[in-house]
């Protein structure tokens, strides 16, 4: 055989293999990538629409952590507040039973002073009395002179 002749007989096989392929094998290869790129495409596409959802949700984070930030800045001086009145007001009962004990304390003063005083006009009355029994060198009756014993303890 000729070599025009094997050159005209491989060119016949190479377009029946051609039109096999382009008949048989061609189509499920495009189906296969048309699929492919409408996988593609559309993952990208919820990509996208996840990352727009994903902005959304951290701006709706970012709204709720300043909402939360404030409240908090309002709760806690809110509490600062109820916290220096509560001071004040206990400020304000320790200072007025504080005064309730002084004046007490000066009431119990006065009366042990009283008490004393008495209690010490009558140890001089005794001794005024002892004195004078010791001057005149007799006993002095107290019951008898009860009257000039009662002026002596007020002049004392």
Not at 112 to 118: D, F, M, P, S
Not at 133 to 146: C, D, F, G, P, T
């Amino acid at each position: 055989m000729s070599i025009t002749g094997t050159l005209i007989i491989q060119m016949i096989v190479f377009l029946i293999l051609v039109g096999f392929t382009m008949k048989f094998v061609w189509p499920p290869i495009a189906k296969a990538l048309d699929e492919r790129a409408l996988k593609i495409a559309d993952g990208l596409a919820a990509a996208d629409k996840a990352k727009s959802e994903l902005s959304a949700a951290n701006k709706r984070v970012e709204d709720e952590l300043a909402k939360s930030r404030n409240e908090t800045a309002a709760r806690l001086a809110d509490a600062e507040r109820r916290a220096q009145t509560i001071i004040e007001e206990a400020k304000a009962r320790a200072t007025e039973e504080g005064n309730k004990i002084v004046a007490a304390a000066k009431s119990d003063a006065e009366q042990q002073t009283v008490k004393a005083r008495e209690a010490l006009r009558e140890q001089v009355a005794a001794l005024a009395v002892k004195g004078a029994e010791q001057i005149l060198r007799k006993e002095v009756n107290a019951s008898v002179h009860a009257d000039l014993l009662g002026r002596l303890k007020t002049e004392l």
